[in-house]
């Protein structure tokens, strides 16, 4: 998906919801936890249930990862079961020297298909090039992040900015609104308004809002554009609404009531 | 491995050679590149080529993930081929919002047994908590990478500090020598005098000798501490001294040279 097609998508539904795919086996219903095929009949039970109520989904490739080459097939077959109508995050933080950030992309953009990979900024912009080099496909920067520990490096003085800023200025430099995307943490909304002067025109992911606090009002109110250029997720809240057997239906409620509040701040 | 464990092993064999298995399949020997098994092939025989002539494998995980879940297998293997005498890294550069961090420390110190993994520190420390909480493992923090966009950030002003130092200063109040190590490039050989001051203990893995133009002597004149401290990684000079079917004699010549050279410095 590119630039224009997610915004259409995003426009046509008035939603900018992206669900989380953090797929922890021990969280999963009693009833799928023993089951082998447990987080892929999870998975696709959450995608069936929500795929009416929001325009992105986003996998946490940790979650995967944990159970090791099993995990990745997992991850390969969740990528396969969202539609094409909806666009894929793969939420791996990556990020190496120039040959090595190749394989991460084609693994990410080719093998999985992922429109997206959220990318760490810390080693310099020459390990993100791999990424920004594929056309139709987004790198998703990490900027200001929804931890605690954001203050450590993320939020200290870098040469009279803050390093999150000083990152969104450079990656803008080098990646425009078809190329990149930024994190921002919900429970940093009240930035937002200061990062859309740097940014006006890219979309931001944000996390955050659900189980670490972040308020979705606050986040439209200061990150939203002419074009929403927002895509907030939320993954515990939606997928762990219920921990029994209508673990789909509480996702679909809690993601519908989510569809309902973004319908609202876009017809405003 | 422990710390007394790897240090005695580096002690006893006079070598603080780390190589790289970077395996990238379209860098095979001809003979290896349409066989199904051929990564596994050439890590098992670049493995038994160099294991007398090295302490450490550090296996990139982006040039396994590049081949999806078959990379994954075979990520896998790769860690099963590698004996406990050796000290095993997953270089990931991973990290995120703790529970997420959790569960990739789970991936590579539990799934995959490596001893240690490297690790990004942008989003901040309590993003390596969980790795730093396990016992006789190893959290390798990036500070100052070899790469020239490491002036993009890393070696920008932070309050007063370069990044890297801030990095290093904060997480080795965190996480002592038996915890954390930290990635120095070799292309900065020059710094590793200022960085001892900060750490005079913790073990430095230096990346960047061989095809990135580092030198082993300048590395281990400013970077040794009386416990050497050091482990100098090299990927593509050894296994890719030779694209022909002598690539493992070839890989055993390159790191036999690495290691007579280390045993001078040593000596000294």
Redesign the interface.
């Known amino acids: 998906m590119n630039f224009q097609e997610i915004t259409k998508a995003i426009q046509t539904k008035k939603n900018y919801l992206c669900v989380g795919l953090?797929t922890?086996i021990t969280k999963l219903p009693s009833h799928l936890q023993n089951n082998p095929d447990g987080v892929i009949n999870f998975n696709k039970a959450i995608i069936e249930a929500t795929i009416d109520y929001c325009v992105s989904y986003k996998i946490?490739t940790?979650?995967y990862?944990?159970?090791?080459?099993k995990?990745?097939?997992e991850?390969?077959e969740t990528f396969r079961l969202i539609p094409n109508s909806h666009f894929k995050i793969a939420?791996a933080?990556?990020?190496?020297?120039?040959?090595?950030?190749e394989?991460?992309a084609?693994?990410f953009f080719?093998?999985?298909k992922a429109d997206a990979v959220t990318v760490?900024?810390?080693?310099?912009?020459?390990?993100l090039e791999p990424f920004f080099a594929y056309d139709n496909k987004f790198t998703i920067v990490?900027a200001l992040?929804?931890?605690?520990?954001?203050?450590?490096?993320?939020q200290?003085?870098?040469?009279g900015k803050k390093?999150y800023e000083?990152?969104i200025y450079?990656t803008a430099e080098k990646a425009d609104k078809y190329k990149a995307m930024f994190v921002v943490g919900a429970t940093k909304a009240e930035t937002l308004g200061d990062i859309r002067k740097i940014i006006p025109e890219h979309y931001i992911l944000v996390p955050g809002v659900g189980s670490?606090g972040g308020s979705l009002s606050a986040v439209s109110q200061f990150g939203m554009t002419d074009n929403i250029g927002l895509l907030v997720n939320n993954s515990r809240q939606i997928i762990y609404a219920s921990q029994g057997e209508d673990f789909a239906e509480a996702a679909a409620k809690q993601a519908k009531l989510h569809a309902q509040e973004m319908a609202m701040f876009v017809k405003k």
């Open positions: 953090d922890d946490n940790a979650f990862e944990a159970r090791g080459s995990g990745w097939e991850l390969e939420d933080k990556r990020a190496d020297i120039g040959n090595t950030s394989q991460y084609r693994a080719e093998t999985l760490s900024p810390y080693m310099g912009l020459d390990c990490l992040t929804s931890n605690p520990g954001s203050i450590d490096f993320e200290g003085d870098f040469g390093l000083s990152v450079k670490q």
